[in-house]
């Protein structure tokens, strides 16, 4: 039997932390900046951790269907 595979879109977009958590990109970064001050853009620079409610859907797209 083939070994299960990661998803490939999730493997670009998520990191696990070393203590476990899930880490991820803030959404709203690509256009429309203009408007949003520079506080708010620095921010959304910095990564986010992945909500508990998301995270197990994000976990087994990682772990290759484990």
Partial sequence: MPKMKSHSGAKKRFRKTGTGKLRARHAMTSHILEKKSPAHKRALGRPVVVSD???????K?????K
């Fill in 61 to 65: 797209l990682l772990a290759g269907g």
């Fill in 53 to 59: 409610h998301d995270a197990p859907r994000v976990r």
